[in-house]
């Protein structure tokens, strides 16, 4: 009889555990951001290699990589310089569980070299009309 009780009671746990386990969302995460001279892949991402900053005279590109992006979602990367929006991308999911690694920015140098200041790259993921991650770099020089 214990036996049976026990038993019981382990496949309630186990069939909550589950069910649980079934409705469980990863959280959508910012995996990576930063400042480059050059477009980026997932590879290079995952390699956890430093990557080229960006000077006067070299591309610049900003780039966000996020995971568990659901359909729906509005996931946006600006290349900013002092603050200001100089170049942004963004996209639209439309499939869930998704990641997504989206860039802005120039790989070919502005006439003159990229103007002095303090930039950053930023990404947003909206989801419903509300912002659901966010974050952006420390501002560098492109020296």
Not at 10 to 27: H, Y
Request: net charge negative.
């Amino acid at each position: 009889m214990l036996t049976r009780v026990t038993f019981a009671l382990l496949v309630l746990v186990l069939g909550a555990s589950l069910a649980f386990a079934e409705d469980a969302q990863p959280e959508t995460t910012i995996l990576s951001l930063g400042l480059t001279d050059r477009k980026v892949d997932k590879t290079d991402l995952m390699k956890r290699m430093i990557l080229p900053v960006p000077r006067y005279d070299t591309g610049g590109i900003a780039y966000g990589w996020v995971a568990n992006a659901k359909k729906g979602d509005h996931v946006e990367v600006h290349l900013r310089k002092d603050g200001t929006s100089l170049v942004h991308n963004l996209r639209d999911v439309t499939e869930d569980d998704t990641d997504v690694l989206l860039m802005a920015g120039k790989t070919g140098v502005p006439a003159g070299g990229w103007p002095k200041g303090q930039y950053t790259a930023k990404v947003t993921v909206t989801r419903g009309g509300e912002t659901i991650a966010e974050q952006e770099t420390d501002p560098i020089p492109f020296e």
